[in-house]
Every structure is written in C-alpha cells, then in structure tokens.
C-alpha cells in the first residue's frame, strides 16, 4: 500500500527513537534470536547428485547426506512395464554442457531401449543453483500407454525408494483449492492428479522441493502397484492412451532452508524459465481497489430483494454503496445471470432476460460505468456455441472448447459490457469429468492456455476459482493469469479467513490470492444459509486486506458496515495541490 513518504519517515524515526530509549534484556534475546533465524535461511543447502551411467541408478545428496535414492525407471507399454531393472537394454551413455533461461548446466544422458522403443532419460545440474531437473525423452513416442488409472504414471523417472524409517517430513497440497497436508515422508504422502508440489524437510528445516516442470496437466507422482508400492514415482498419469513422438516429459527439483523460503525459490525458478512475471496489487483494477461480490455466501447469491429483479437489486447496491461514499470501484456477478444446459453447464454466456432486462451493458452504465468480474463455468454439452459453429469435446457431463476463438468470442463480447476479469470456475470439475482432458498429453493444457491467450489479447485479466494444484501449476505460463481463490466458498460462520497455507502456495506460484467475498455487519436478515450471523466479521476483513487479494464485502442492502469496510482503503495525499485527497 502507498503511503506518503513523510509518514514513511516518520515511522521510522518513531521506530528508531522507540529502539534508543534501551531494551529490556528479553527484547535483547528476542532480536539475537531473530537475526540467528535471518541468517540460517540465507544459507541454501547444497544440493548434489551422484549418477551411475551403466545401470541408471542414482542418489540425491544435501549438504552431503544422501536423502533419496533411486528406484526404477522405464515406460508402460501394451499392458507391461519396460524398466532397467529388467527389460530395459542400456545403449549409452553422454555428458555435455548448455544454457537454457535458468542458466549454466551439465548435462548428463542415459540412452536405453525395450528393443522397439527408444527411451532417454537426462539430468541437468544447474552450475549456479541449487537445482536438478530431471527429463524423460521419447523420440519415437510410446503407443498404448494406458493402465485406465490416473492415480498411477505411465513413465517413471525420477523414481525415489521411501524407506520405512525416515528423519524426513513432507508439506504438500492436495485436492480442490489445493489444501495441505504435512506428515512423515513415508505415511500418507499425497500422490495423483490431485496433489501438488512436495517438499520435503528435516529438523534443521533443509529442505527439497520436487514437482512437474512441464506438463503440468498430465504429470503427477505416484505410488504405483506394478514398481513397488514404495517407490516414489514422477511421470505422466495412466489415462494417457499414448505419448506423441518427440514428446518430453521433465521435472524440477530444488533446494532451499525452510519450507517458506524454499516454496518461493522453486516457484521463482518456475516463474523465470517460462517468462512469466510476478502478480502485485497493480496487476488489475479487480486486486488493486474495493469492489462488491456476489459468488456463493454472499446475500445476493441466487436472491434478489423482495418484488425486485437482479438488475434493479444491483443497481440498488451501487446507489447504497454511493450514498455511504463507500468507494466500490468494481463489481463482480456469479453464475446467477446466464442459462444453463443439461448438469448445470453453461448453455450461452449471455445475461437472461429476467435477469438484467435491459442488457449487462446498460446495467454496467446504471453503476457508473464500473469494471466487471464476470463468472464463468464448464460449457454443457447442449451448449449454443457447437450450434454457431465452434470445436468442442463434447461428452456425457460437459464440453471442452478446443481452440481459442471460442473464448476470443465470449471475452471480447463481454469485453463491450465492462468486464475487465473473467473469473474460470469450476476447474476441477472439468478436469475430473472427462476424459478428453486427462487421455491426451496435450488437451488440458491446450484449454487453459487457449484461454489465457485470447484474454491477453484482449488486455484482459483471470482468476481460477476451485482450481487443483495442477492448474495453478499451469498458470505459470499463462500471464493473463494474475491470481486464485485461497479458499472455499464463504458461507457466514464457516472460518474463511483461513487462507495462510494456500496463500503460500499461490504467492510462490506468482498469483495473487483472493480469500472470497464476506460479510462487514454480523446479522443479515433473510438469508439464504444456514445461518445468517457472521461472528467474525473484522477477522474476515483483515484476511481480506492481508492476502493484498480482491476486497469484496458481499452485504445486504442497508446492512453494509461502513466503518469496517472503509478501514480497508488507503486514504493518501496527492502530491498534486488540485487533487487533496483520493480514496482507493
């Protein structure tokens, strides 16, 4: 947040002028302490491997000590694994130098064959960081990879056996909105398409982080049956019907001090190789100022006010908003405002009648012209736009469009009508849901990046709202990308401010992370909840103000907390003698 550099100065000579007046010696032992942790995380542990280039057998070292070991490597082929434990033939082996956009690395090759398939496996010491990635090459593809589960993988490499005993502990993130879980490394270690990146850590808090490096749709760890149920396997998931020629698969693993620190190294690293820019508060109007929300646990959510439609109801909120001077610079509109098809699905992305009758653009000029945040969902499979001409995977549950005109089409139309952010939900649902998505290495990523392109173009921004892990992986590539929901859905009384664990994971990742709406006054009358008492309304608003997400109070006319919310904006000086004062 800006703020006036006299303030700035005062503050700090408030603070240095505080510090003079003496310490106490527990305030001494404090700032002793303090600075002994500032400076244990400034030292990275040192990461090494060592490789035998006959059998493929390879172990990864910090600070000396070995914490993984190999287990096998291979390729799932026609209903069998080709490994080089047993069917694989080694064929060669090379070692060269390169640079690519992290920087200098050697280089090392293993080259084997099932006496069909070629299969390469390489790994890449990065010279100045601490940082391995690890690459499964197919230059002559794979045909009939499939086992029909995506808990298992395809392809193994890296492999790591997990010993019954282990000084080693993992964080890591699993399911819808990417949850985390901690544990020992060997009990309940989250694996599949479900689960997110693993770090591992021991008591002196040296820590490794290992995840995808490319393909993030489709690459996953696993536990699989037919390796050893205690083999820590990376690869792609056993859905995929088979592997294009030429295609490579990689995985990055990296090291740091503290699990923290150590999540944001990676995600930089990430960040760096594909190009893609750190979110701020600046990346768009929707992160940078006040706006009203109306997604799910907001009290306009499917409810309007008694005898009112939808248009009249939100007009009615910016008229309230405007008499409090409650500076909402944005409004955002859930699922309520569009038709839906068969399973809920999307069937036209465009306001019904009943719902804003005179049109979204005539609506967004009766609110002052105000930037929109427009939800969207999984497109039905009776969707409209297969009728006007536009490629889907059209299956049982919903559709995936198959290239970037269809989402060319609905941005820029919205686009005319104020919306500045496309908010994509639902990600999990249409992901899990069909198979197009998850049989192809190329698919998922292919629709998510489609997306991405034609809102760049646009100059418009996305969030992802219940997105799994990988689709925040994904995003690393994607700049129109700029931040994520942190959380569930709000509903009064469910603790959403809770939001620290995945804040870190998103905030590693470049995304800026959004807690969801709330509630500012405890009672809201004629809910629709389970309960309409919200006993946490200041801890809800500093979630919101703290995550430098969205701020999106979500009240009932007559209702809002005034006070509250306008603690959550900045007022500064302008330096400019014509403008006293502005509000963000």
């Given at each position: 947040h800006r703020v006036d550099r006299r303030q700035r100065q005062m503050c700090i000579r408030d603070r240095v002028s505080t510090q003079s007046t003496g310490f106490t010696k527990l305030t001494k032992m404090k700032t002793q302490i303090f600075l002994i942790l500032i400076l244990a995380t400034l030292a990275y542990s040192r990461l090494s491997i060592s490789i035998d280039t006959k059998n493929g057998d390879y172990q990864v070292q910090v600070d000396g000590t070995t914490w993984l070991s190999s287990g096998s490597l291979g390729f799932h082929t026609a209903g069998r694994w080709y490994t080089n434990k047993a069917s694989l033939r080694w064929t060669g082996s090379s070692n060269s130098v390169g640079t690519d956009a992290l920087g200098r690395f050697n280089m090392t090759v293993l080259n084997w064959s099932s006496g069909v398939t070629p299969f390469s496996i390489r790994f890449k010491e990065y010279i100045d960081l601490e940082v391995v990635v690890f690459e499964q090459d197919f230059p002559n593809g794979v045909p009939e990879t499939?086992?029909?589960?995506?808990?298992?993988?395809?392809?193994?490499?890296?492999?790591?056996?997990?010993?019954?005993?282990?000084?080693?502990?993992?964080?890591?993130?699993?399911?819808?909105?990417?949850?985390?879980?901690?544990?020992?490394?060997?009990?309940?270690?989250?694996?599949?398409?479900?689960?997110?990146?693993?770090?591992?850590?021991?008591?002196?808090?040296?820590?490794?982080?290992?995840?995808?490096?490319?393909?993030?749709?489709?690459?996953?760890?696993?536990?699989?049956?037919?390796?050893?149920?205690?083999?820590?396997?990376?690869?792609?998931?056993?859905?995929?019907?088979?592997?294009?020629?030429?295609?490579?698969?990689?995985?990055?693993?990296?090291?740091?001090?503290?699990?923290?620190?150590?999540?944001?190294?990676?995600?930089?690293?990430?960040?760096?190789?594909?190009?893609?820019?750190?979110?701020?508060?600046?990346?768009?109007?929707?992160?940078?100022?006040?706006?009203?929300?109306?997604?799910?646990?907001?009290?306009?959510?499917?409810?309007?006010?008694?005898?009112?439609?939808?248009?009249?109801?939100?007009?009615?909120?910016?008229?309230?908003?405007?008499?409090?001077?409650?500076?909402?610079?944005?409004?955002?509109?859930?699922?309520?405002?569009?038709?839906?098809?068969?399973?809920?699905?999307?069937?036209?992305?465009?306001?019904?009648?009943?719902?804003?009758?005179?049109?979204?653009?005539?609506?967004?000029?009766?609110?002052?012209?105000?930037?929109?945040?427009?939800?969207?969902?999984?497109?039905?499979?009776?969707?409209?736009?297969?009728?006007?001409?536009?490629?889907?995977?059209?299956?049982?549950?919903?559709?995936?469009?198959?290239?970037?005109?269809?989402?060319?089409?609905?941005?820029?139309?919205?686009?005319?009508?104020?919306?500045v952010l496309y908010e994509q939900d639902w990600l999990v649902t249409t992901f899990l849901n069909m198979n197009a998505t998850q049989n192809n290495v190329y698919n998922s990523r292919n629709w998510l990046v489609n997306m991405g392109n034609a809102a760049r173009k646009l100059g418009l921004t996305i969030q992802y709202c219940m997105p799994l892990p990988n689709h925040l992986l994904q995003s690393v590539e994607i700049q129109s990308v700029t931040q994520s929901r942190a959380s569930g859905d709000y509903n009064p009384s469910n603790a959403n401010w809770k939001v620290g664990h995945h804040s870190l994971f998103l905030w590693s990742l470049g995304l800026i992370p959004f807690k969801d709406d709330f509630w500012t006054e405890e009672s809201q009358p004629g809910c629709v909840f389970h309960t309409c008492e919200e006993p946490n309304t200041q801890l809800e608003t500093i979630s919101a103000v703290l995550t430098t997400g969205p701020v999106g109070p979500s009240d009932r006319i007559g209702q809002l907390n005034s006070t509250l919310v306008l603690s959550t904006c900045l007022l500064y000086t302008s330096p400019s003698p014509r403008d006293r004062q502005k509000s963000r």
């Open positions: 499939a086992t029909g589960k995506n808990s298992e993988v395809i392809t193994a490499f890296p492999s790591f056996t997990v010993p019954e005993s282990t000084d080693l502990f993992f964080y890591s993130y699993i399911g819808t909105f990417a949850y985390p879980v901690i544990g020992k490394f060997n009990d309940h270690l989250p694996v599949g398409v479900q689960a997110g990146p693993i770090v591992l850590y021991d008591n002196k808090l040296r820590s490794l982080v290992i995840s995808p490096f490319s393909n993030f749709m489709v690459g996953i760890a696993s536990f699989t049956e037919a390796l050893g149920l205690n083999q820590l396997s990376f690869g792609l998931q056993g859905k995929i019907l088979s592997i294009p020629t030429g295609f490579t698969h990689s995985v990055i693993l990296s090291a740091g001090n503290g699990v923290t620190d150590s999540l944001y190294t990676w995600g930089s690293y990430l960040l760096k190789y594909y190009g893609k820019q750190r979110s701020t508060i600046k990346s768009d109007t929707i992160i940078q100022n006040l706006g009203y929300w109306t997604d799910n646990g907001a009290y306009y959510y499917y409810k309007t006010e008694p005898g009112l439609n939808y248009e009249q109801t939100m007009v009615g909120v910016y008229d309230y908003v405007q008499k409090l001077k409650v500076p909402v610079k944005n409004f955002q509109f859930d699922s309520w405002w569009y038709p839906k098809g068969v399973n809920g699905g999307v069937k036209l992305w465009e306001p019904m009648d009943n719902i804003f009758p005179s049109g979204m653009a005539s609506v967004d000029k009766q609110i002052g012209g105000l930037p929109l945040a427009l939800h969207n969902r999984y497109f039905s499979p009776d969707n409209d736009y297969i009728k006007m001409g536009y490629d889907f995977f059209v299956e049982e549950f919903c559709a995936l469009p198959k290239t970037e005109s269809l989402y060319t089409y609905i941005m820029q139309k919205a686009k005319s009508w104020g919306m």
